[in-house]
């Protein structure tokens, strides 16, 4: 390959990006050849996104070296970015429903008449004509974009992309949207856009698609690379093997809690496009762990038990009595717990304090509209102790606390009284070390007092070392539940993405 | 440590209001100074009796921006709801029942403002100006543009002075203040309202009604501007459509001045307390020093300003 040394499109050197004590991208190096395309595979988190962010110009990266056709940057604007070339498709962004074809392709670079503040409708329909010709894409330039197709709009992007003379095109996940015809077709564009030279990087789950039209790939594991192999030189199951497969560090051992009845069950929850019939029921003192990839309807599962998302369809029974709930207030009531993904959007109240914020949802344990504050600051401290919360005093407030100290404040507001059912949506996403031991181990000590708690997590080992059982998702479907003794990485990362 | 760290934020907090303290002292000297007649307690008296009404608005106003919502109808509501007082008692020659009616109608006023903000999903910054256009015709209609005077039928409340001194008025604003610091400080109602306006997701997730929330401090919010309607007609003793105009702005800016900003969740009344007497301040400042009166509608918007450029930069401040 040295011959090609001085057309490598895009060489990525020694890339290291920290976030707080979290290390999403360590010394990893990628390179991409004109009409190559060129894959990324890994789990979620594996630092996949992080990677496209640092080259599309949105990140900056603590270490390393961006070259893009031969010239080298500490890190780009996203600016920079597009005007050397580098150009990324996505589902839905960036587009204008109510404009044409023709009008979103040379949106921000219109043609003019003679007048220069009059745009050339008819010019810019004629070249856009000719690019979709050269690509023999299924587009009209008159249509509204709002009457396109998801398949359609991805093609407009790529045809917007080469009219801005883009030589290298990301695409993340380009087929989740797409039906089997259309994803033939993008299949067809990509060998086009190879023959034109264009190098292309194609983040997919979906390893067969990568079999079928990647030159190489690369496989990310918690942030650093496993190697770039030529595709026609690996196999499916040795890039699965080597997306799994950490050191037993990794995993926390737990000790084991003897299950009890069911306390929990849902029957076919229904909510139509983003879940379809799960099914499946939570012993007392069991952790039942939810897994799968973004996108594959964990989180609206627990957002359905909870009353956050109307129902479709579907029971849900606490206990052997059906439960009725239509708003969190309900699932509240009935004992239900959730501790939500997204502790700053959903959690937390900002420019509040600890006891604000740890007496939330704690308003009904004493009759009566007075607050009492005594109480209040006496239990908060409880929980500070407890959960060894590292603060000033529980008049701090919550956003001067680090990312696993806010956590836990966040899970002690739900310790206060008494739950059957704890949700924990990503319990230690963005949590340091320490925190995630005591958290591990809090959820533990929940089971031994007999309540059922269901986990969802991105995290293998998370998954694997402290759930009973895992429910394995996959495009709103719960595919399949299995002991979480009797599997592997490697058998649960095959179940997710359906290999 | 803990102490200090308590200490430390007595101290920061204490700076707040303490600066709109010292800022209010300083004028009033300054004032005095150039015109001596401003330390008497007549004229002392009278700004008490000034900021009254704007006290009771204020409050109810700080409950509402503390909920994340807003309502800039306050001024055309308390315009319908005095000319519809003035008009009952007028016809009536009898206070309790128009008074009554008249507060009801505040209330209602400002429900109204809420429910259309919550059920259509529109801010209430949005429902809340196309409802002053609707007040404001509404008063026109029924009064055809006319004065309702209801001169001595109904001035207890207005020129009541307790001890001969106070003026009974102020009393009532007090109390005002005094039920919404306990509101906001000692009960559920308080926590809640400071929930939903600092993370309306986070609240509803943990069980908390968002909507009844807010709704409820749309109601506190017109029964405050129902009781503001009726301590001004007292001491006006006349109505008309545009009675209240312009005291959105003086109410919110107000608000803001005192420290709670208009993206809620935060605030304390106290703050608010200082504000309106600041704008009280200023406005018998501006009278003491014969400033023309259409400048003096010019320094409280550029004040309102001022104060939002003050707590954006105190917020950058604690940012960095």
Sequence with gaps: MAEKKETLLVSLRNITKVYGHHRALHEVSFDLYPGEVHCLVGENGAGKSTLIKILSGAITPDQGEICIQGQCFRALTPRQAITLGVSTIYQDAELVDSLTVADNIFLGSEQSTRFSFIVDKKAQFVRAQEIINTLHLPLEPSLLVEELSSSQRQMLQITKALYREAKILIMDEPTSALGLEEKRALMEIIRTLKSQGIGIIYISHYLEEIFEVGDRVTILKDGTSMGTYRISEITIEEVVRKMVGRDASAFFSRRLVPLGEVCFEVKNLTKKGLVEGVSFAVRRGEIFGLGGLVGSGRSEVVHLIFGALPLDQGEIWLGGKRGMIRSPQDAIRQGIALIPEDRRKMAMLLGRDLVENTALVHNDIFRGPILYRKEEMTMTQDIIRKLTVATQSETQLIEELSGGNQQKVVIGRWLLDGYEVYIFDEPTKGVDIGAKERIYELMVELAEQGKSIIMISSSMPELLSMSDRIGIMRQGRMVDIVESKSVTEEYLIRAFIGV | ?320
């Excluded at chain 2, 409050?59 to 519809?84: F, H, K, P, Q």
């Excluded at chain 2, 509404?138 to 003026?167: D, W």
């Excluded at chain 2, 559920?188 to 306006?197: A, P, T």
Aim: glycine share 10%; hydrophobic share 50%.
């Design chain 2, 1 to 320: 440590m803990k102490k200090n760290r308590l200490a430390e934020k007595n101290a920061l907090f204490r700076n707040q209001w303490f600066f709109l303290l010292v800022v209010e002292i300083g004028l009033a000297i300054v004032t005095g100074i150039v015109n001596p007649r401003f330390f008497t307690t007549s004229n002392l008296m009278n700004i008490l009796e000034q900021v009254a009404v704007l006290g009771i608005v204020s409050s109810g106003m700080t409950l509402l921006i503390i909920s994340g919502e807003i309502d800039i109808s306050v001024g055309a509501n308390i315009g319908l709801s005095s000319c519809v007082m003035a008009m009952m008692m007028k016809a009536m020659r009898f206070s309790f029942l128009p008074v009554a009616v008249g507060i009801l109608l505040a209330v209602g006023n400002s429900f109204l403002v809420g429910i259309t903000s919550r059920g259509f999903k529109a801010p209430s910054f949005i429902t809340s100006l196309a409802f002053i256009s609707v007040f404001q015709g509404i008063a026109l209609a029924i009064t055809k543009g006319s004065f309702q005077t209801i001169y001595g039928q109904f001035e207890t409340i207005g020129m009541t002075r307790v001890a001969q001194i106070l003026p009974l008025s102020f009393i009532i604003s007090i109390g005002a203040y005094l039920f919404v610091h306990f509101l906001l400080s000692q009960t559920k109602l308080g926590r809640r309202i400071y929930s939903v306006g600092s993370n309306p997701q986070a609240a509803y997730l943990s069980g908390i009604s968002v909507a009844h929330t807010k709704l409820t401090a749309f109601f506190l919010n017109g029964l405050f501007v129902g009781i503001a309607t009726m301590v001004l007609l007292s001491r006006i003793g006349a109505a008309q459509p545009s009675t209240g105009t312009g005291l959105e702005l003086r109410a919110i800016g107000a608000v803001v001045i005192g420290g709670t900003p208009l993206s809620g969740g935060k605030g304390r009344i106290i703050g608010t307390l200082f504000g309106v007497f600041l704008m009280g301040i200023i406005s018998n400042t501006l009278n003491m020093l014969r400033v023309n009166p259409y400048f003096q509608e010019v320094t409280f918007g550029l004040l309102i300003i001022a104060s939002l450029a003050v707590s954006v930069l105190s917020s950058y401040g604690k940012t960095r």
